[in-house]
Nanobody, 126 residues
Framework: QLQLVESGGGLVQPGGSLRLSCAAS????????IGWFRQAPGKEREAVSCISSSGVISRYVDSVKGRFSISRDNAENTVYLQMNSLKPEDSAVYYCAATRTPVFGLCGLFHQYNYWGQGTQVTVSS
């Protein structure tokens, strides 16, 4: 079964850190661009960060620049999202997704992504 599995979410205080993982099973992430997306209750899903298949190019939504860092370990078949200096407004369900097609802008379009994980909850609260 081809799937992505996110982990690493949880409850953290403002200013804290979490590292999300996105692991692929049933296929290799080589050649795939990976995006992290999030959706908070009552809000639209938004792109947070994306990384190219080589790992050379990464992009971030303005609200997380300087705080979040995306990376990938193709040997481990995993992509990470390191989140520092977390704020309450970062609270959301975080999803990773994979696509082979070129993306434009921040992370391209949602429908370009072939595989999606089930999501992991991140809650930033005191």
């Amino acid at each position: 079964q081809l799937q992505l599995v996110e982990s690493g979410g949880g409850l953290v205080q403002p200013g804290g850190s979490l590292r999300l993982s996105c692991a692929a099973s049933g296929f290799t992430l080589d050649g795939y661009r990976i995006g992290w997306f999030r959706q908070a209750p009552g809000k639209e899903r938004e792109a947070v960060s994306c990384i190219s298949s080589s790992g050379v190019i990464s992009r971030y939504v303005d609200s997380v620049k300087g705080r979040f860092s995306i990376s990938r370990d193709n040997a481990e078949n995993t992509v990470y999202l390191q989140m520092n200096s977390l704020k309450p407004e970062d609270s959301a369900v975080y999803y990773c997704a994979a696509t082979r097609t070129p993306v434009f802008g921040l992370c391209g379009l949602f429908h370009q992504y072939n595989y999606w994980g089930q999501g992991t909850q991140v809650t930033v609260s005191s």
